[in-house]
């Protein structure tokens, strides 16, 4: 109890020193070359980059240059979100799209000949009196946001926020769960760090005994052999899945008034790469390319309606590694994509000790 109360403080006190400790630049540092080249070394020794080259230094400055002067740019205009100087600042657009968002989650799907859950069931169809707004991170029902590093496993991370969710309604408690796991075994469809998708993920961990936890078969950020043998004592148990009627905001909404969801949405715009708070609604198609999770939505005291949204580029990134996407726009297929998949895990028991007969 005593060593909960102390984990969770320390816990909540780096959570402080790292919003403190956010990267932020001066107006000053941009009117010169000097001011600018200042400003690139105090980003490196802020993210810890390592040497490189005097010729990669210099590309890098140059693309790093080319970063700040959109950031500023764009802060300057009167947009319902910022953006910062984050990790990826010296990366071009390209590279960045190139790493962090080229799921082609459809595309995948396509290819792999992937069908929806075939079941016209949805379970929440009859859902009314949803609430204005709602937060599954107050309810203690989503873990803080974790880092895919430079490996595409987008899809296993969004999978497991969904089961990490769901777990904590049903059981009461919230348990960080394992992302390795899917990358190493769930091979038959998805593709580890080259990218998957979400829906055979789930239906591997229901007939598969379960998903482990994170401390169990912690994340590498590369591809292994499926080792089994983390696979044991605590293991989270679904029943399977259902995919949420699609291009249906309100549907999407009487989902995610129940438990956090997973999505796709098109990320690799260069406002999204820098993304730092507020409602985003900036440049970006609905090609989606990259796993995420809803894990509730509101409306901002102007009125703005939006959903929040999980991502796993580590908690530097967006708002403590949330991003709020705008809600209510006017295309169909939501903004960057997100009604397009959209679906969640079911989980009907409230143990996760098999009964009998899965013995
Ligand atoms: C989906 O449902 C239809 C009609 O019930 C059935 O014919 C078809 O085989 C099902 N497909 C899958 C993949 O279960
Ligand atoms: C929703 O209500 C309709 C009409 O009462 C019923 O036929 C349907 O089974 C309900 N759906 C669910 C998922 O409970």
Redesign the pocket.
């Known amino acids: 109890m005593e060593i909960k109360v102390f984990i969770l403080l320390s816990l909540s006190l780096g959570l402080i020193l790292g919003i403190v400790e956010s990267f932020e630049y001066d107006e000053e540092e941009l009117k010169s070359e000097e001011g600018v080249q200042g400003l690139y070394e105090r980003w490196r020794n802020h993210h810890n980059v390592e040497e490189v080259s005097q010729d990669e230094k210099c590309h890098r400055f140059n693309v790093f240059k080319s970063n700040v002067e959109h950031v500023h740019k764009t802060n300057k205009m009167n947009k319902p979100y910022k953006l910062k100087l984050n990790k990826f600042a010296t990366l071009t657009n390209h590279e960045f799209s190139n790493t962090y968002a080229s799921s082609k989650i459809k595309h995948f799907q396509k290819l792999q000949g992937i069908e929806k859950s075939n079941s016209s ?6 859902v009314s009196n949803l609430p204005p707004a709602i937060d599954w991170r107050t309810r203690n029902a989503v873990t803080p946001a974790k880092d895919q590093l430079r490996c595409g496993a987008c899809w296993a991370f969004s999978t497991v926020v969904a089961v990490e969710g769901i777990n904590a309604i049903r059981t009461g408690e919230l348990v960080s769960l394992s992302e390795q796991q899917l990358i190493d075994c769930e091979t038959e469809t998805n593709n580890g760090c080259s990218g998957g998708i979400m829906e055979p993920a789930f239906v591997f961990l229901a007939t598969h005994g379960g998903l482990a936890t994170e401390e169990n078969y912690p994340y590498t950020g590369r591809r292994g052999l499926c080792d089994p043998s983390k696979i044991v004592k605590k293991t989270i148990k679904i029943n399977g899945f259902e995919d949420v009627p699609e291009l249906n905001e309100e549907a999407i909404m009487k989902a995610v008034a129940n438990q956090p969801v997973s999505a796709a949405i098109e990320a690799n715009g260069h406002d999204f790469q820098f993304y730092s708070s507020g409602v985003f609604n900036g440049k970006c198609g609905v090609d989606v390319n990259h796993g995420v999770a809803i894990v509730g939505y509101g409306v901002t005291p102007e009125g703005i309606k939006y959903w929040i949204v999980k991502n796993s580029w580590g908690p530097e990134w967006g708002e403590d590694g949330f991003v709020r996407v705008l809600r209510g726009g006017t295309n169909v297929m939501g903004m960057c994509g997100i009604n397009v998949l959209t679906c969640y895990p079911v989980k009907t028991s409230t143990s996760n000790i098999p009964s009998n007969h899965e013995l």
């Open positions: 069931s949805f379970m929440y169809e009859n």
